[in-house]
C-alpha cells in the first residue's frame, strides 16, 4: 500500500474550516484514499473516502487532487468535538484488505 | 448503522492470567474483522486479521499462541491475551468489514483497556 504524509499537528479556530492535507506521492491506480479519525480513548471513526472524484457528507469533504498524489480533507465549520488525532490511508479498496495506520495529524479545535 | 462493539471496555487483572476480549457487530455481518494494539501516545498496530470459520492471520512479531483469536460466527470475534503480563497492558481495539460492501471501509469498535498488574 502507499505510504502517506501528514503534518504532524495543525490548530484550527472553532466555527473556521479544518484543512488536513494528505501527501500519497506513490499512490496506485486502484488504491483508495481513505480518513478516520481517533477522539481521545475511543476506537477509530470512520469520515470519508474516495477514489478521484471529489466527495462529501455529512461530515466532511474530501478534495483529491487530479494526479491523484495528495489530498485535503475539509472540516467545514470545526467545533470542539473535532479535536482528535486525523489519519490519512491509502489502500486497495477490497473487502477484507487491512487497514495500516500511519502517525496522522493531531488537530486542536481552539475556541 | 455499523455498530462494532466491544466488550470490556476495560479491565484489570493478575499478572499470569488470561484475558478475552469480544468483538461484535451489531446489525451487520462481517466475514473479516481486525484486531488492533495501541500503547499510549503511539498509533494503531495491527495485530491479525480474524477471518470466519478459518485461523488468523498475524502480523510479523505478534505471538499467535500468545493472543488467541477465534471467529466462530458473522458477528462475533474473540482476542484472549494468554498468561498475561504488565507489558500485554494496551489498548486493544477491534474492526470489522461490513460483508457486500466492495470499497473496503471499516468500522471500529470502542475499544477495551487492559491493565495487568
Known amino acids: 500500500d502507499a505510504k502517506t504524509t501528514q503534518p504532524p499537528s495543525m490548530d484550527c479556530a472553532e466555527g473556521r474550516a479544518a484543512n488536513l492535507p494528505c501527501n500519497h506521492s506513490?499512490?496506485?491506480?486502484?488504491?483508495?484514499v481513505y480518513w478516520y479519525r481517533q477522539i481521545h480513548s475511543q476506537g477509530p471513526q470512520y469520515i470519508i473516502h474516495?477514489?478521484?472524484n471529489n466527495e462529501t457528507n455529512e461530515m466532511a469533504s474530501l478534495i483529491i487532487t487530479e494526479d491523484r498524489k495528495s489530498s485535503t480533507l475539509i472540516l467545514p465549520h470545526a467545533t470542539l468535538r473535532d479535536t482528535a488525532v486525523y489519519y490519512c490511508?491509502?489502500?486497495?479498496?477490497?473487502?477484507?484488505?487491512?487497514?495500516?495506520f500511519g502517525a496522522g495529524t493531531i488537530l486542536r479545535v481552539k475556541s | 448503522g455499523a455498530v462494532v462493539s466491544q466488550h470490556p471496555s476495560w479491565v484489570i487483572c493478575k499478572s499470569g492470567t488470561s484475558v478475552k476480549i469480544e468483538c461484535r457487530s451489531l446489525?451487520?455481518?462481517?466475514?473479516?474483522m481486525f484486531w488492533y494494539r495501541q500503547f499510549p501516545k503511539q498509533s494503531l498496530m495491527l495485530m491479525a486479521t480474524?477471518?470466519?470459520?478459518?485461523?488468523?492471520?498475524?502480523e510479523q512479531g505478534v505471538e499467535k499462541d500468545k493472543f488467541l483469536i477465534n471467529h466462530a460466527s458473522l458477528t462475533l470475534s474473540t482476542l484472549t491475551v494468554t498468561s498475561a503480563h504488565p507489558e500485554d497492558s494496551s489498548f486493544y481495539i477491534c474492526?470489522?468489514?461490513?460483508?457486500?460492501?466492495?470499497?473496503?471501509?471499516?468500522?471500529f469498535g470502542e475499544g477495551s483497556r487492559l491493565t495487568v498488574l
Open positions: 490511508i491509502v489502500r486497495v479498496g477490497e473487502y477484507g484488505n487491512k487497514l495500516v
Open positions: 474516495g477514489l478521484k
Open positions: 480474524s477471518n470466519e470459520g478459518s485461523k488468523a492471520t498475524y
Open positions: 506513490t499512490i496506485s491506480g486502484n488504491e483508495y
Open positions: 474492526s470489522a468489514a461490513r460483508t457486500g460492501t466492495n470499497t473496503g471501509e471499516l468500522f
Open positions: 446489525d451487520f455481518q462481517a466475514t473479516t
